[in-house]
Antibody
Framework: EVQLVESGGGLVQPGGSLRLSCAASGFTFSSDWMYWVRQAPGKGLVWVSRIKSDGTITNYADSVKGRFTISRDNAKNTLYLQMNSLRAEDTAVYYC??????????WGQGTLVTVSS | QSALSQSASVSGSPGQSITISCTGTSSDVGGFNYVSWYQQHPGKAPKLMIWDVTKRPSGVSNRFSGSKSGNMASLTISGLQAEDEADYYCSSYTTSSSTPWVFGGGTKLTVL
């Protein structure tokens, strides 16, 4: 059974940092592109970042470029999102998701990040 | 890349059919057959309901169907049931290398 389990969310002050993790199991993690998608309270889904299966290609939404860094450890079956210089508008539930054959077929349960003083 | 356009809400009675539309551009919905639909219940993660415009994952009811015409994709739910009440999001692959995926703003389905 495919499982994605996020962790690392919490309350952080503006300008602070957090690192999110997503532990994957039930599939060959090193074969798939992985994504972070976020959802602000009461709002829709927004793509944040993605990383190729071998980690050689990464992309970011303009809103987080230069502040967030996506990475993965295929030996540990874990996806990461390092978030620096956090802003109030980064407040959201962050989901990791597997993208296989042009679809987001599995999602984690999400981890809430709240940026507030 | 702007979000895909969805109506904010739709409603129907049990047993009826409803259609949710998703409007994009030739750079996303109109340019690829990589449109997918996701169902999200409150406090839960999104769930894949339709992919590649019309395909249904194993385990998803055949009451859910998808289609596309030009830059607009649609999700139809027939034989509405109470458990279908949820938010629905469309998504499409895009031509943009900086924003490879775009989502719709979501449609709230209310089963009356």
């Amino acid at each position: 059974e495919v499982q994605l389990v996020e962790s690392g969310g919490g309350l952080v002050q503006p300008g602070g940092s957090l690192r999110l993790s997503c532990a994957a199991s039930g599939f060959t993690f090193s074969s798939d592109w992985m994504y972070w998608v976020r959802q602000a309270p009461g709002k829709g889904l927004v793509w944040v970042s993605r990383i190729k299966s071998d980690g050689t290609i990464t992309n970011y939404a303009d809103s987080v470029k230069g502040r967030f860094t996506i990475s993965r450890d295929n030996a540990k079956n874990t996806l990461y999102l390092q978030m620096n210089s956090l802003r109030a508008e980064d407040t959201a539930v962050y989901y990791c998701a597997r993208n296989r054959d042009f679809k987001f077929d599995y999602w984690g349960q999400g981890t809430l990040v709240t940026v507030s003083s | 890349q702007s979000a895909l356009s969805q109506s904010a809400s739709v409603s129907g009675s049990p047993g009826q059919s409803i259609t949710i539309s998703c409007t994009g551009t030739s750079s996303d919905v109109g340019g690829f057959n990589y449109v997918s639909w996701y169902q999200q219940h409150p406090g839960k993660a999104p769930k894949l309901m339709i992919w590649d415009v019309t395909k249904r994952p194993s385990g998803v009811s055949n009451r859910f169907s998808g289609s596309k015409s030009g830059n607009m994709a649609s999700l139809t739910i027939s034989g509405l049931q109470a458990e279908d009440e949820a938010d629905y999001y469309c998504s499409s692959y895009t031509t943009s290398s900086s924003t490879p995926w775009v989502f719709g703003g979501g449609t709230k389905l209310t089963v009356l």
